[in-house]
């Protein structure tokens, strides 16, 4: 790549990379499950190792329960206890960023230019802005896009080196997250729309290599999710929170609505909305892979809020493959050279495509602005711990400490997790954030006692010493 592209490159990646650190950097309202991350760290690093069974509750103690972001928890627990709650943040604000900037090379190899491809990364950090904050989901995003854009290059050029890559990858999201499960979901559609490109262009002996390959990575991968301190349970998990009515009252997990428009709601309309005129003024028609990725992940963000970040990742491959230049060949033609037949070719590289997004000089002069950036932001938009006061229940936590005796203290879905962070040894929970766990009976039973209904019956029954509301 000559200076020239280079130069061509450095404005579009610094906005990328400071306006969505920014959108990282902006904090979220409240987040009933940091605290737990943060309790369920504390307890790891406490006692040196993983917990099998709930020791936080009173309604489920003792009964089967294993963390399923247990390496997050830890390694939030530390920076927030070794740098602070802001600095945490600005770590977090880095990996969203990183997402977007994996986006912003992808659709630049493609061909696009990159002045649009910033634009594109922005909108969509936008978008995604609902995973942002101190949370397990904001590593997903960056892994899901790391998957894909392996998978996009291995179509462009198979090497076997993603046997070592993608399974890696799925090791370390399988303990960060338990919506790797969703990424083998993505890996799988993707390959499955390969593979019906493959039949539709009977180019089997040209692509058999990267299907196999492919196929091979996603099996090895499949097995490394099963290490870790939960094994199975991953799957069971992903289908007892998907199937929990109380949870879809959340916010987070309701359906978009398209009246009165809103923020998130509104963007995975508008999301639909792009897909569809790209689909009608496209530059070229794109593969069974692309669009069958990013139609179905478009589904599925109609069915809760919390999905618009992944799907509004899963099209940036659509995007790339629509609006790349004509004078770049699309993979399925290239497989089909018999000069290469197991390895395909290259998409030929012009000055708006770079394999990289510069030499050392701009990322260190990247790097200074985004620091900068952070500095300047660092209080606002208000103090962290004025915040913090403002969203949890501070100074009820603060009176249930200063009592003697072992208290069982009646929380909701939102206070619990607070509570319980405060005093994990001297304070015993109703319920808290995690809604696998506690099941619709007793999250349907802590609503209604929030709302006045039945309390004396649920306080006699579960021996309640005390309530924060």
């Known amino acids: 790549m000559d200076k020239v592209s280079k130069d ?9 990379i400071l306006l969505t650190l920014l959108i ?12 737990f991350h943060l309790a369920d760290g504390d307890y790891i690093l406490k006692h040196g190792q993983v917990p099998q069974a709930d020791t936080f509750s009173f309604t489920k103690t003792g009964e089967l329960w294993v963390p399923h972001s247990w390496l997050f ?33 992808l659709l630049t190899w493609r061909g696009i230019n990159p002045l649009a491809a910033a634009g594109i990364c922005v909108w969509l950090a936008v978008a995604a802005g609902n995973t942002r904050g101190i949370r397990p989901q904001v590593f997903t995003l960056l892994l899901c896009n790391v998957v894909l854009f392996l998978l996009v290059r291995h179509r462009d050029q198979p090497r076997r080196r993603l046997l070592i890559y993608l399974p890696l990858i799925f090791l370390i999201w399988a303990q960060l997250h338990s919506a790797c499960v969703m990424g083998l979901i993505v890996a799988a559609i993707w390959l499955a729309g390969r593979a019906f490109d493959t039949w539709r262009s009977r180019s089997v002996r040209t692509t058999a290599h990267e299907l196999l390959i492919g196929v091979e990575a996603l099996a090895l991968s499949a097995v490394a999710v099963l290490i870790t301190p939960h094994a199975i349970t991953h799957f069971h998990y992903v289908a007892l929170t998907m199937n929990l009515e109380e949870l879809k009252l959340a916010g987070e997990w309701q359906m978009p609505q398209l009246f009165p428009p809103a923020v998130p709601d509104i963007h995975a309309y508008l999301l ?21 990725l990013c139609g179905s992940l478009v589904l ?9 970040p992944l799907a509004a990742i899963a ?10 230049k004509r004078g770049t060949r699309a993979s399925a033609d290239l497989h089909q050279s018999r000069n290469y037949p197991s390895r395909g070719l290259q998409p030929a590289r012009t000055s708006a495509q770079p394999a990289t997004c510069g030499s050392f000089r701009p990322v260190a002069v990247l790097t200074g602005l985004a620091v900068l950036l ?29 009592l003697v005796q072992p208290l069982r203290v009646f929380t909701t879905y939102n206070t619990g ?53």
């Open 8 to 16: 061509n490159l450095f404005i579009p990646a610094s906005v990328v």
């Open 24 to 35: 990282g950097f902006t904090p979220i309202p409240s987040d009933p499950d940091l605290w």
């Open 73 to 105: 928890d830890v390694a939030t627990t530390l920076s927030w206890r070794h740098l602070g709650p802001r600095s945490t943040e600005g770590i977090m604000a880095f990996v969203f960023m990183s997402t977007m900037l994996i986006s912003f090379n």
């Open 272 to 292: 639909i909305a792009v897909v569809a005129a790209l689909l009608i003024w496209r530059r070229r028609r794109p593969g069974w892979a692309e669009l069958g």
């Open 300 to 308: 599925l963000a109609l069915t809760g809020l919390r999905h618009i």
């Open 315 to 324: 099209s940036v491959p659509f995007i790339a493959e629509v609006l790349a």
């Open 374 to 402: 952070l500095l300047v932001s660092w209080e606002h938009p208000t103090a962290i711990q004025d915040r913090y006061a403002q969203e949890e229940p501070v100074n009820g936590a603060r009176a249930l400490r200063r």
């Open 417 to 469: 997790s607070y509570i319980l962070w405060t005093a994990p040894e001297h304070l015993r929970v109703f319920v808290d954030s995690r809604a696998d766990l506690y099941g619709d009976e007793v999250l349907f039973g802590a609503r209604r006692a929030m709302n006045g209904q039945g309390w004396q019956v649920l306080f006699d029954h579960w021996g309640v010493d005390g309530a924060v509301v």
